[in-house]
């Protein structure tokens, strides 16, 4: 019996080595012993093509953006190059209603999963954003402290800028009709990445424009939202303490103080918020803004809305700020301070199509609050749609220009 036993653990001796010499073998890059189709350091996903099968099990595996591959940007893979990358900032310490966002990046995430379940060609754009030769990542989330709100805009800023002054995986090329050599737009000459932030309530474009500053000095905004967010702080919350003083609704307030915002040539789109009064928009004026209320729509409609945007931008690049809340609440519910009377999902996507050739430096989609949400995820697919309407918009336009063109 005792020699049985002997025989028996000399036999799992021998399995157990056997085992370890093949993730010996396979450690050290023996490619006979991996698979066929086996990749080990995938940069991008696999999305089918024209006719191409669309049959894969989006809903499986770890969610991020779009099923997109998972870099950790700021952590391990911190010298890894890529051209867009999606970064969530779940800060939600700034708001003056109901609490929720900073778990908005996961609910994005979740909410894009079926991006791709046909392939992801944008039609009206044609263009398949995933299939654009980019190099597109999910980054994951900044970490941000939950105790302590100026330093978690200090994280907020450093991570982001991090990430826009790493090396971009891919060249500027050449201008696709004169086929002259394309030259970076921003202010230091370099050729940035971009990068679209999941938030988050909205205090946290102000560290986002204190990054795209250290690239692209002052510059022109879109910003889609309900509400001003100029408020003076004085005003918004009384800023009982100068930490107080930043949040929500003051963060353009002193972006346009610091000299991040091009005066004059950024605008406010869906706004239908109330007012302590009509010095609310004088001081909206001198914050650097233009103006489209959301009932505008019915007017001018959408192609209306699209013009006045593009008149009041010009070709100057641009950061795209979006606030879930600019669609009505019917459609996307799970937002902090909520306000009927907005877009519907369809007129925002076709206003953000409108943009199509702008130069977009960098995006934010900000204020989803999933706890709020249906059980069906209206508000989360919302932002996700959202999005795919930016990332398609950004595939298609370099950040470049013809040298001495302007």
Request: hydrophobic share 35%.
């Amino acid at each position: 019996m005792a020699f049985s036993k002997s025989r028996l653990l000399f036999a799992v001796s021998v399995a157990t080595l056997a085992i370890l010499g093949l993730a010996h073998e396979l450690d050290h890059g023996h490619e006979s012993q991996i698979p066929l189709d086996y990749v080990k350091y995938p940069y991008q996903a696999v999305y089918p093509g024209d006719n191409d099968v669309t049959a894969n099990s989006i809903f499986s595996g770890i969610t991020t953006f779009a099923k997109l591959p998972w870099v950790q940007c700021l952590g391990k893979d911190k010298e890894e190059a890529f051209d867009i990358a999606f970064l969530g900032a779940p800060f939600d310490t700034g708001t003056s209603y109901r609490p929720g966002a900073r778990f908005g990046p996961a609910g994005i995430r979740a909410g894009s999963r079926r991006l791709t379940l046909y392939g992801g060609y944008n039609v009206p754009l044609a263009v398949n954003p995933f299939l654009s030769g980019l190099k597109i990542v999910d980054c994951g989330d900044i970490p941000v402290t939950p105790y302590d709100n100026k330093f978690a805009i200090q994280q907020i800023e450093s991570g982001h800028k991090e990430l826009l002054h790493r090396q971009t995986f891919s060249p500027l090329g050449n201008d696709s009709i004169s086929g002259q050599p394309l030259v970076p737009l921003s202010k230091d000459g370099k050729h940035h990445p971009r990068i679209v932030t999941l938030g988050g309530d909205h205090t946290i474009v102000l560290p986002l424009l204190r990054s795209i500053y250290s690239a692209y000095g002052e510059i022109s905004v879109i910003h889609f939202d309900s509400h001003l967010d100029t408020w003076k702080p004085s005003v918004f919350g009384g800023a009982p303490s100068d930490q107080a003083a930043i949040n929500h609704g003051t963060y353009f307030y002193w972006a346009s103080r610091e000299g991040l915002i091009r005066n004059g040539s950024s605008i406010h789109g869906a706004i239908r918020t109330t007012l302590s009064g009509p010095a609310d928009y004088e001081n909206d004026d001198v914050s650097g803004f233009q103006r489209i209320e959301a009932r505008e729509i019915d007017t001018i409609g959408t192609a209306g809305i699209i013009k006045k945007i593009r008149d009041t931008v010009g070709d100057q690049p641009v950061y795209l700020s979006i606030d879930i809340d600019s669609i009505d609440p019917a459609f996307a519910p799970a937002t902090g301070t909520p306000e009927t009377g907005g877009w519907s999902t369809r007129e925002l996507r076709t206003i953000l199509r409108g943009l199509d050739g702008l130069h977009i430096v960098s995006a934010d989609l900000v204020e989803v609050a999933p706890a709020y949400d249906t059980n069906a995820e209206l508000t989360t697919m919302a932002a996700a749609d959202v999005l795919y309407e930016v990332l398609s918009v950004m595939a298609k336009t370099p950040l470049g220009k013809v040298e001495g063109s302007g």
